[in-house]
C-alpha cells in the first residue's frame, strides 16, 4: 500500500492482494481456529499502564507557533460528521457549506479532509460540493473535501451480509470516496473471526469501483461495545489483516467512545504493522473529541506513537461534528490575541 | 516546521522569590552559619541560585539543643492529635505552594518540571497527610499499646528527590512524636529552606525541626553527636557504612536507605508496549537518579531483539534540555561530580565489550548533560551490571527461563527494588517471591505511596519507610525508651 499524499487517495490493493497478506502471515487458510491462533498470541495490554502513558502523552505542552501549527492541522485531518436519523438533504448543504468555508472572516483558514455523512445522504454532500469534491478538485490539481458515507447497517451492523453488501454498494455507486463500515461485534464477542474478517473482505470488494477508484475502507470497531483493551487490539489486527485501509475506534452512538489510550493502542497497532509489512493503515477516532485541546493530544499521541508521518489525511482522521468550532474560536484567539465567542463562528 | 519541535514551554520562575543567601533553620529561625557560605546552582545551567550556609560542629550542637529542648518542653507532651494538626497544616501548606517549590526543585536539581510537579511535590503533601493521619492512632501501629518516640531524629538525605526525601523522613517522624536535625544534600539544599518557612507559616513550635546545610563534614556532625537517639540516612551504599561504624555500640538506633542494582525483568509474554514504557520509566525517569532504578535489563532471550527494537524506537522520542520546559523529558544530571562518575562507568562498559547506543540527541553546552544511554551484550560480570550507575543508563542482558531471571535478578550486592513483566498471574508471584529485593513492582515501575513501605536487602540498607511499618523507625513499644 503507498500514499500519494493527496489527502484521500489511497492506493489499495485489491481484495486477493489482502487475502494473500493474512494468509502469509497466518501460513494457513483463513479460519476461526488460524485466526484465533494468531489473534490470542498477540502480546496482551496492560490497562494500568497504557492509560498512564495515554495520561503521559496528554500533558504534552503545545503552545505558541507549535499550537497554531496544531489547530491548522487538525482542521485538515476532520471528518466534519452528521449522523442523525433527522438529517436532511438542507442539513447536509449545510454541514458541507461549513466544511468548505469554516471560518468565513478567516480566508487562510484550512478545509476539512470530509464530510460523513449516512449512505441515502451521500449524494446531496456530492452535489453541493460541486468542485471541491475531492475527484474533481484532484483533477483540477487541488485537494477537495472527500465524502465518507458510513454503511453496513450502521451503527448497530445488525443485518444480514447481503443487506450490508448492497448498503455499500448504493453508497458507492452514489459516489462516496469512503466507507466507515462496522464490524460485527456479536460475532467477533462470540468468537467468529472468520466471519468478521470475511465481511470485512467482503465490504472491501464492494468498495471497487470499474474505473479503479476504489472507495476508501474505514472498519469501526467500536471499541465501547468490545470493552476490553485486549478484545480492541485483536479486532484492529483483524480488520488491519482482512485488508482495512483505516481502523476506526467508534460510531459515536454508544456511551463509550474514542478515548485517548484506545487511540494510542491503536496507533501501536498500525506502527507494528508498517513495521511487520512496510504498509500504512490510517487511524480514525471518533466520538467525544470536542476541545481543541483534546485533539491536539491527539496529534502529540500520533506523532510520538506512529510518527509524525502519520499526520496527514491519508493516514489519521478525526471524526467530530462539534469540534471544528472550537478550534476556530481557538485559531481566532490566536490571530487577534483575544476569545471571540460562539456567535463569532457558524452553526451549520 | 516539524509538529514534533514543540515550541518552548517554560514554566515561569517568576512565582518563585529566592532570597540571596539562606541560613540555618535553628530553634524555628534563619542564623547565620560557622562554615564558610557556598553558592548552590542550577545544573542545567551552572547559573548560582542563592548563597547557603554551612553548619560547623558548634552550629550543629545548636541544632541539637533546639531539638531537644523542643522535644522535651513542647513535641513529646503534645497530643497525637494536635501533633497532627500540624502535620495536616503542613501538608496543605505544601499544596497550596506546590508550584514554587516545583519551580525551585527542579531549578536546584535539574529534573524535569513534569515530574518535580507531577510526582516530587504531591507526594510530598501525599505523605504529610498520610502521616498526619497516624499522628493520634499509634497504639494501632503494631508495637503494642501507647509506643513511645525515640528523642532527637538526625537525618540525613540525598540529591535525588531533595523535598520528597525529607518528606519522607520529617512525616514519619513528626507524627510519632519526634524532633528533627535534618541535613539537605549539599548540592539540593533550596527546597528544605522553602520548607522551613512553611513550617514558620504553620507555627510549628520553635526547635520541632532543625535544616542544618553543609557538606559531608555536617552530616557527619549530626552522625557523631551524642545527644541524637536515632540516624536515619538515605544515600550511597559507602557513606551507610560510615555511619553505620559511627552509630554501633552506641544508642543510636539507625535506618539506612542505600543504593541498588535493581533487575526490570521482562518475560517474552509480557504486554510489551507497556513494558517498554516501564522499562523507559524505570531508568530513564529522574535521568537515572534513583536509588530503586530499573538500571539491569533481565530479558527473556527470544524477545530480546524485538525489546531492543522497541526500546530504541521510544528513545529517540525523550527530548532532552531545558528541566522547567514542560516538555521536557530528561533533564539535566545533578552535579559534575556525578556526570564524572557515569562517564567512568560507561567508558568501563564500552571497554569490557558491552555495545553502547544513545538516540541522537543534542547536549546543551553549560551545565552537565548526559544522553539516555543503553547497552546491549552486557555480561553479569560486567562493572556496569555490577555497580550503581545512577544516571540514565540501562545494561541489557538476557535470561532463558524463570529460575535463570530470578538468579541473575538476585546477583547483585544490593537488593532494593526489582520489576516483573509478565501476563501470566502465576508466574509473577512466583517469581516476586523469589526475588530478594524490598519492593517488587509488577508490570509498572517507580511508584510510590506513602502507604506502601520502602526499603532493602542486603547492601541496600535497612529499615522501612513509608506505611505503618515506616513508623517501627520511630517508635519504641512502650516502657522501651524514656
Known amino acids: 500500500m503507498t500514499v500519494d499524499g493527496s489527502g484521500t487517495g489511497v492506493a489499495r490493493p485489491g481484495a486477493s492482494v489482502v487475502a494473500g497478506r493474512a494468509l502469509e502471515l497466518l501460513d494457513a487458510p483463513v479460519t476461526d481456529a488460524t485466526l484465533r491462533r494468531y489473534l490470542e498470541g498477540i502480546p496482551g495490554v496492560d490497562a494500568v499502564g497504557l492509560e498512564q502513558r495515554a495520561a503521559g502523552l496528554a500533558t504534552r505542552s503545545i503552545k505558541t507557533t507549535s499550537k497554531r501549527l496544531a489547530l491548522d492541522r487538525v482542521i485538515e485531518l476532520i471528518d466534519l460528521t452528521t449522523l442523525e436519523g433527522a438529517d436532511t438533504p438542507g442539513k447536509v448543504r449545510s454541514l458541507v457549506a461549513k466544511a468548505i468555508t469554516p471560518d468565513p472572516s478567516d480566508p487562510t483558514c484550512p478545509r476539512v479532509a470530509a464530510v460523513c455523512v449516512y449512505g441515502d445522504l451521500a449524494a446531496v454532500a456530492i452535489d453541493a460540493l460541486g468542485p471541491f469534491h475531492a475527484p474533481r478538485a484532484r483533477a483540477a490539481g487541488a485537494t477537495g473535501i472527500a465524502v465518507a458515507a458510513v454503511a453496513t447497517a450502521f451503527p448497530s451492523g445488525r443485518a444480514s451480509l447481503a443487506v450490508k453488501l448492497a448498503d455499500v454498494a448504493d453508497a458507492v455507486a452514489a459516489g462516496a470516496d469512503e466507507i466507515d463500515m462496522v464490524i460485527d461485534r456479536g460475532a467477533f464477542l462470540s468468537g467468529r473471526y472468520e466471519q468478521v474478517f470475511e465481511e470485512i473482505r467482503a465490504v472491501k470488494e464492494a468498495c471497487r469501483r470499474p474505473d479503479g477508484e476504489d472507495a476508501h475502507l474505514k472498519v469501526i470497531l467500536e471499541v465501547g461495545e468490545l470493552v476490553t483493551y485486549d478484545n480492541a487490539r485483536r479486532a484492529s489486527w483483524l480488520a488491519v489483516l482482512a485488508g482495512a485501509d483505516f481502523i476506526k475506534t467508534s460510531t459515536g452512538k454508544v456511551a463509550s467512545n474514542a478515548t485517548l489510550p484506545m487511540t494510542l493502542l491503536m496507533l501501536e497497532v498500525v506502527r507494528d504493522w508498517h513495521r511487520l509489512t512496510g504498509e500504512k493503515v490510517g487511524v480514525k477516532p471518533a466520538g467525544g473529541i470536542r476541545t481543541s485541546k483534546d485533539a491536539i493530544r491527539n496529534l502529540v499521541t500520533v506523532a510520538e506513537t506512529a510518527g509524525e508521518e502519520w499526520l496527514q489525511p491519508a493516514l489519521f482522521r478525526i471524526g467530530a461534528s462539534s469540534l471544528l468550532n472550537d478550534v476556530l474560536l481557538q485559531r481566532q484567539k490566536a490571530r487577534t490575541g483575544h476569545y471571540s465567542g460562539a456567535d463569532y463562528v457558524t452553526i451549520d | ?482
Not at chain 2, 533546639?66 to 499544596?95: E, H, N
Request: charged share 20%; aromatic share 8%; with cysteine.
Open chain 2, 1 to 482: 516546521m516539524s509538529f514534533l519541535d514543540y515550541a518552548p514551554a517554560p514554566e515561569s520562575r517568576a512565582i518563585l522569590s529566592l532570597r540571596p543567601s539562606y541560613g540555618l533553620f535553628v530553634d524555628g529561625e534563619f542564623v547565620d552559619g560557622n562554615g564558610p557560605a557556598f553558592t548552590t546552582i542550577s545544573p542545567a545551567t551552572e547559573e548560582g541560585l542563592a548563597e547557603i550556609a554551612t553548619a560547623d560542629d558548634a552550629d550543629v550542637d545548636r541544632a541539637v539543643a533546639a531539638a531537644r529542648k523542643a522535644y522535651d518542653r513542647v513535641w513529646s507532651k503534645l497530643s497525637g492529635s494536635d501533633r497532627g494538626k500540624y502535620l495536616f497544616r503542613i501538608a496543605r501548606l505544601v499544596q497550596e505552594r506546590a508550584r514554587e517549590l516545583a519551580v525551585a526543585e527542579t531549578l536546584n536539581n535539574g529534573k524535569p518540571i513534569k515530574e518535580s510537579r507531577d510526582v516530587d511535590i504531591p507526594l510530598v503533601a501525599a505523605w504529610f497527610f498520610y502521616y498526619a493521619g497516624w499522628a493520634d492512632k499509634l497504639d494501632h501501629a503494631g508495637l503494642g499499646a501507647d509506643p513511645r518516640p525515640l528523642g532527637v531524629a538526625g537525618q540525613i538525605i540525598p540529591w535525588n528527590f531533595p523535598l520528597l526525601m525529607l518528606a519522607w523522613k520529617i512525616a514519619p517522624a513528626l507524627a510519632s512524636g519526634n524532633t528533627v536535625v535534618l541535613k539537605p544534600a549539599e548540592t539540593t539544599p533550596l527546597t528544605a529552606l522553602l520548607f522551613a518557612e512553611i513550617l514558620q507559616q504553620a507555627d510549628l513550635p520553635p526547635g520541632v525541626v532543625n535544616i542544618v546545610t553543609g557538606a559531608g563534614a555536617t552530616g557527619r556532625a549530626v552522625v557523631r553527636h551524642p545527644d541524637v537517639d536515632k540516624i536515619a540516612f538515605t544515600g550511597s551504599t559507602a557513606v551507610g557504612r560510615e555511619i553505620a561504624r559511627a552509630t554501633a555500640g552506641t544508642r543510636k538506633r539507625l535506618t539506612l536507605e542505600l543504593g541498588g542494582k535493581a533487575a526490570n525483568i521482562v518475560f517474552d509474554d509480557a504486554p510489551i508496549d507497556q513494558a517498554i514504557e516501564g522499562v523507559v520509566n524505570g531508568i530513564f525517569y529522574n535521568q537515572g537518579h534513583v536509588c530503586c532504578a530499573g538500571s539491569r535489563l533481565l530479558v527473556q532471550e527470544n524477545v530480546h531483539d524485538d525489546v531492543v527494537e522497541r526500546l530504541k524506537q521510544r528513545l529517540t522520542t525523550l527530548r532532552l534540555g531545558d528541566p522547567l520546559d514542560k516538555n521536557t523529558d530528561i533533564g539535566a544530571v545533578n552535579s559534575a561530580a556525578q556526570l564524572e562518575r557515569i562517564r567512568e562507568l560507561t567508558a568501563a562498559g564500552e571497554e569490557e565489550g558491552a555495545t553502547r547506543w544513545s538516540p541522537p540527541c543534542v547536549l546543551p553546552e553549560a551545565g552537565f548533560w548526559f544522553a539516555p544511554t543503553i547497552f546491549t551484550g552486557v555480561q553479569t560480570s560486567s562493572r556496569i551490571a555490577r555497580e550503581e550507575i545512577f544516571g540514565p543508563v540501562l545494561s541489557i542482558l538476557t535470561f532463558r527461563t524463570p529460575q535463570e531471571a530470578i538468579a541473575k535478578a538476585n546477583n547483585t550486592p544490593y537488593g532494593l527494588s526489582a520489576g516483573i513483566w509478565s501476563d501470566k498471574g502465576s508466574r509473577v508471584l512466583a517469581v516476586a517471591d523469589g526475588l530478594r529485593a524490598g519492593v517488587v513492582w509488577t508490570n509498572t515501575f517507580n511508584r510510590f505511596d506513602p502507604a506502601s513501605p520502602f526499603g532493602g536487602y542486603k547492601e541496600s540498607g535497612y529499615g522501612r519507610e513509608g506505611g505503618k511499618q515506616g513508623l517501627a523507625a520511630y517508635l519504641a513499644p512502650s516502657g522501651g525508651i524514656r
